[in-house]
């Protein structure tokens, strides 16, 4: 699935590359994220108008909306049992829902003083991190929405993406700092610092084995880090 400028969600064949003819899933504004739930039943996108809306995956028809913020919505994602589903805004906030119910579970999770770029549950959904223009990384509890210690400090600028590696030990972070930093995320240490690109480091992701990270970057390579 694919979120645009021009307002609109679009679902695409895997195998063909052609759009899945649905109903027509629009915003008011620009899209920034769109994300499939785990269990493939449902589709959320969210942007510019402030709303994060939550549509059906076969059909492209609404379900519902989330709304609260009152800032773009740059992120969002499934916890991995589609239970809960975490935002991340330019309002310095982000907001953890409950999908069953389409209702915010507590109040906004604050601590960022600037734009929040990416969020990211673990893999078990106990813990979800956080990447903020602020220069830091924040985690929370994934459960209630709680925060879990200060923040974690080492980029110099704003951080971009973060990332849980599949065995939920360690987390991925990249930057404008142009570098890429692995965290032990019980220990909450930086173990880590991989540079090589030379412009901002926009995204950061670990192989599903966990033994490489891929970056992609505005210097406009993608890398792979063993």
């Not at 209702?103 to 604050?110: A, D, L, W």
């Not at 223009?133 to 110099?156: A, F, Q, Y």
């Not at 032990?184 to 030379?198: A, I, P, S, Y």
Request: glycine share 12%; charged share 20%.
């Amino acid at each position: 699935a694919s979120g645009s400028v021009d307002y609109t969600v679009r679902v695409w064949d895997a195998n063909t590359g052609e759009p899945v003819e649905m109903a027509a899933m629009r915003h008011s504004r620009s899209v920034w994220f769109v994300t499939f739930s785990p269990d493939g039943k449902h589709i959320a996108s969210g942007g510019n108008d402030r709303v994060i809306r939550i549509w059906d995956a076969g059909t492209g028809y609404p379900v519902y909306s989330l709304k609260g913020h009152t800032g773009v919505i740059q992120c969002g994602v499934y916890s991995p049992d589609s239970a809960r589903f975490v935002s991340g805004s330019w309002d310095g906030t982000l907001r953890l829902w409950d999908t069953a119910s389409g209702c915010q579970i507590g109040e906004p999770m604050t601590g960022h003083t600037d734009n929040i770029g990416s969020t990211a549950f673990s893999p078990d959904g106990t813990c979800i991190a956080s990447a903020a223009h602020d220069c830091t990384i924040r985690l929370w509890d994934g459960l209630t929405g709680e925060p879990s210690g200060g923040p974690l400090i080492g980029h110099v600028g704003r951080v971009h993406s973060v990332a849980f590696s599949p065995n939920g030990m360690f987390l991925a972070s990249s930057g404008k700092d142009r570098t890429i930093r692995i965290w032990d995320v019980e220990k909450r240490l930086d173990v880590r610092t991989l540079e090589g690109h030379t412009d901002n480091v926009l995204c950061v992701t670990f192989s599903p084995d966990g033994q490489s990270i891929y970056s992609s970057s505005s210097d406009r390579t993608i890398c792979c880090w063993d």
